[in-house]
């Protein structure tokens, strides 16, 4: 009997910790820092715009005048669009109008939940919808981390949606929490099925198998658009590159940089990434 007992105390236990984990990965994240697209001297309007599910998001639109070329940068998890609005000035400068905005429960946007992509999908359709009655006609996306995931589940089922960046993009969500629990010191042993366990209450909070959505299920759809991923050797939330890249399908390109950390690159080295990105957009946009 005691036996028993001490067994259901420790799955009420492992499945509370979940519980908990699931709320904190997918908590609202507020305003960490505050910018604006003046300070680099551009021209903007800030928008509000909805997801196609009806959520209210706002963003920063960042005009060109004469093109039809687009480019949408998408932020991190925990983030805001003024965290990657100094990523603005260089593709503006290359001829490409540029939206920015937050996603739901980040920053100045809607919503109480993250959802690992699954429910940011309609976020991005939603922005593809105002560039669309906007005249643009040819949009890309470059998306970092969390932005890489949604970048990878909307163009599959967004035929506007011309090429996709992802820099830094999970092929899994889980395996990029199971590495975030490495961080905080937690054994391998526990943090994997931890980070299973966690989106696994996840979806069922969500009402969706949001296993299903994952990237690397999901990126092969993508073509024949082109990808191009950039990524960096030293990069612990995706040490399962290789199955998101061979579940890719042609068009696609890598740039490795081995000594850079997750989303690092463009720190590491700002111009090469300036001019592959913009070569990238250059060509198929």
Known sequence: MLVA??????????????????????????????????EYGLTFEEVAFQATDGLTLRGWWIPTVGSDRAVVIMHGHGGSMDWDIHRAPALHAAGFNVLL?????????????????????????????????????????????????AAMLAAPICSDIAAVVSDGGPARMRSAMAARGLEWGAPRWLSVPLAWLTVAIT???????????????????????????????????LPDFDDLYAAARPPKEVWYVPEAGHTKV????????????????????
Request: hydrophobic residues 45%; without cysteine; proline residues 4%.
């Open 266 to 285: 463009s720190e590491v080295l700002p111009e090469d990434f300036q001019r592959r990105v913009i070569a990238f957009f250059d060509q198929h946009l």
């Open 203 to 237: 979806s069922l909070r969500v009402r969706a198998n949001l296993f299903h959505h994952e990237p690397v299920r999901w990126v092969g759809q993508i073509s024949p658009r082109p990808i191009l991923f950039v990524h960096a050797g030293q990069d612990q939330y």
């Open 101 to 149: 905005f937050d996603f739901r429960a980040h920053g100045r946007s809607e919503g109480s939940m993250i959802t690992f992509g699954y429910l940011e999908r309609q976020d991005v359709l939603g922005a593809v919808e105002l560039l669309r009655g906007r005249g643009m006609r040819r949009i890309g996306l470059l998306g970092f981390s969390f932005g890489g995931i």
């Open 5 to 38: 007992v001490v067994f259901l105390a420790l799955i009420g236990l492992v499945l509370a910790v979940g519980l908990a984990m699931s709320f904190y990965m997918t908590r609202r994240f507020g305003l960490t820092e505050v910018h604006s697209p003046a």
